[in-house]
């Protein structure tokens, strides 16, 4: 594959960043990629697994010479990432991030920045529950999809170039205005990660039931909860308080309908239950069409047939 | 592996009937099995795929020579099976089902059975999304836990055969009384299985988000739940009316939880949603190290290395 920038610069060394490093290398889509990482534990595993062809200790030095800058740092420090990297960024150079919500960060980013760069927050849809700089992989974003959520003034130019590195790393990209992204996302993942830590939570809680049996007995349908529920901690603070319109408004709607639903349940209406989980079989059915989950029936687990 | 039983009925041929079919005839635990399905089309597709060594069109002709009769039937129809096949059991046979339920169970299926059979209720905590003859495979047992669920009375070597047939269907076996076996559920599958049903319920009753974009940008967390909210509606609208107390309590405690982190999103309480995000992935690693899950970074999609 072609080359796509010069020389990308990883802050923060993550989950995202590992995997975007790997991603680059697997298709040669950078010529040079270095990183920088707040904390010296970070940057020191970074250098001994050949994470980044250099890791800088200021993070001035990393953005210099840089042709690309993501930002790969937790929302909650985005804006205070970008004021100390605004006066060191090259003429021209692309900044991007990589975080879950996009109007907070635009607002806390924006402002920092000069005017002779392009600002294009993106956000790629892939992850894992693991975190830091050992969990990344190179197929994360293969056949995944990433938001760029660029201003309406960006440079054309400057947003194919980040496409192709993100088409370049396996990624189908899709653009889309600010506000939009943040509720996409507060239904397809904010509201659903909450709930799903609720609900280990009371797990957890629940003197009847000790820990042992709750983890024991997680294949009836939890197990998939506290995957969802062993995310980062600090990642998804962030999320919950940088997109708290969105979020509150969609667990407002999930609380009103499981209030039916378990009003169905204590008056033994059957027909409404049976209803809406015959609607919600039709969803699942069109993720396995759109490519974005396997319809193996034993979820690649364990089985050889059936994979 | 050694012979277990000489013959074998499953009453109902979905799932969890095929999947221990299949699971029968690869460590040829019974020497026959026979099954009987209520509907047409099912017995015809079962004979058609060489599920049953026989398939009786007659569900007392299918019962009447059989050492264990398993009823795989939803648990809203099972004191119905129960009552058809009672005056067909031979003496001393084993009755069990694989109900999600125990308690509800228990009392629509007991009091029909003669004195001269013994009933074992058992549920193996095993399953897919996907529902019907065809969804069976062998392994699905393979390091899931099977919970039996016996009266104090029952003979010892009656469990302790039906426990040899699950053993060698590859469950770990453990017995648990049937009001404790229907809280741990509650906490484990039912109340989780409500709440994903819920969450893609609002997803596609959202009219500024299209289903289509749900479907596009579930990786984001939201394919978890459709996977779960997918499964079969007539087995899981019976589960919560059979299980009403436990899962209303559950839900009971959740929704409380759930108030308590939206209002700490409300107010930007960062502490609180941290300290109990963190708490949450501890559980994640228990179900990691009790082999109830992969620790793969990619969950098994797509990479290689990583599996």
């Given at each position: 594959?072609?080359?796509?920038?010069?020389?990308?610069?990883?802050?923060?060394?993550?989950?995202?960043?590992?995997?975007?490093?790997?991603?680059?290398?697997?298709?040669?889509?950078?010529?040079?990629?270095?990183?920088?990482?707040?904390?010296?534990?970070?940057?020191?595993?970074?250098?001994?697994?050949?994470?980044?062809?250099?890791?800088?200790?200021?993070?001035?030095?990393?953005?210099?010479?840089?042709?690309?800058?993501?930002?790969?740092?937790?929302?909650?420090?985005?804006?205070?990432?970008?004021?100390?990297?605004?006066?060191?960024?090259?003429?021209?150079?692309?900044?991007?991030?990589?975080?879950?919500?996009?109007?907070?960060?635009?607002?806390?980013?924006?402002?920092?920045?000069?005017?002779?760069?392009?600002?294009?927050?993106?956000?790629?849809?892939?992850?894992?529950?693991?975190?830091?700089?050992?969990?990344?992989?190179?197929?994360?974003?293969?056949?995944?999809?990433?938001?760029?959520?660029?201003?309406?003034?960006?440079?054309?130019?400057?947003?194919?170039?980040?496409?192709?590195?993100?088409?370049?790393?396996?990624?189908?990209?899709?653009?889309?205005?600010?506000?939009?992204?943040?509720?996409?996302?507060?239904?397809?993942?904010?509201?659903?990660?909450?709930?799903?830590?609720?609900?280990?939570?009371?797990?957890?809680?629940?003197?009847?039931?000790?820990?042992?049996?709750?983890?024991?007995?997680?294949?009836?349908?939890?197990?998939?909860?506290?995957?969802?529920?062993?995310?980062?901690?600090?990642?998804?603070?962030?999320?919950?308080?940088?997109?708290?319109?969105?979020?509150?408004?969609?667990?407002?709607?999930?609380?009103?309908?499981?209030?039916?639903?378990?009003?169905?349940?204590?008056?033994?209406?059957?027909?409404?239950?049976?209803?809406?989980?015959?609607?919600?079989?039709?969803i699942r059915r069109g993720i396995i069409e759109a490519g974005q989950d396997t319809a193996a029936p034993n979820f690649g687990r364990g089985a050889k047939d059936g994979e």
């Open positions: 594959m072609t080359k796509v920038y010069d020389r990308v610069a990883l802050i923060g060394l993550g989950l995202i960043a590992s995997s975007m490093f790997w991603a680059m290398k697997r298709s040669g889509l950078a010529g040079e990629v270095v990183g920088f990482a707040r904390s010296a534990e970070t940057r020191d595993t970074a250098r001994k697994i050949g994470l980044c062809d250099h890791v800088y200790d200021d993070v001035k030095e990393a953005v210099k010479d840089a042709d690309l800058v993501v930002l790969c740092v937790p929302v909650g420090v985005m804006g205070t990432v970008a004021a100390e990297i605004a006066g060191s960024l090259k003429a021209g150079a692309t900044v991007s991030d990589v975080g879950s919500v996009k109007q907070d960060v635009i607002q806390s980013v924006g402002p920092h920045l000069p005017d002779n760069v392009h600002f294009i927050p993106a956000h790629p849809l892939a992850g894992t529950e693991h975190s830091g700089p050992e969990a990344g992989f190179a197929e994360l974003f293969d056949n995944r999809w990433c938001l760029l959520v660029p201003a309406e003034n960006t440079s054309t130019d400057a947003i194919a170039q980040l496409r192709a590195l993100w088409e370049g790393m396996g990624s189908n990209v899709e653009e889309m205005d600010a506000e939009h992204h943040d509720l996409v996302l507060a239904v397809t993942s904010h509201a659903p990660h909450l709930i799903a830590y609720t609900m280990v939570g009371v797990a957890d809680d629940l003197g009847r039931v000790t820990d042992g049996e709750v983890i024991k007995y997680s294949a009836a349908g939890f197990r998939d909860f506290t995957r969802i529920a062993a995310s980062d901690p600090t990642m998804w603070r962030d999320v919950f308080l940088s997109n708290k319109e969105a979020t509150l408004e969609i667990l407002g709607r999930f609380t009103e309908e499981l209030f039916a639903l378990q009003r169905a349940i204590r008056t033994g209406d059957g027909d409404h239950l049976f209803d809406y989980f015959t609607r919600t079989r039709a």
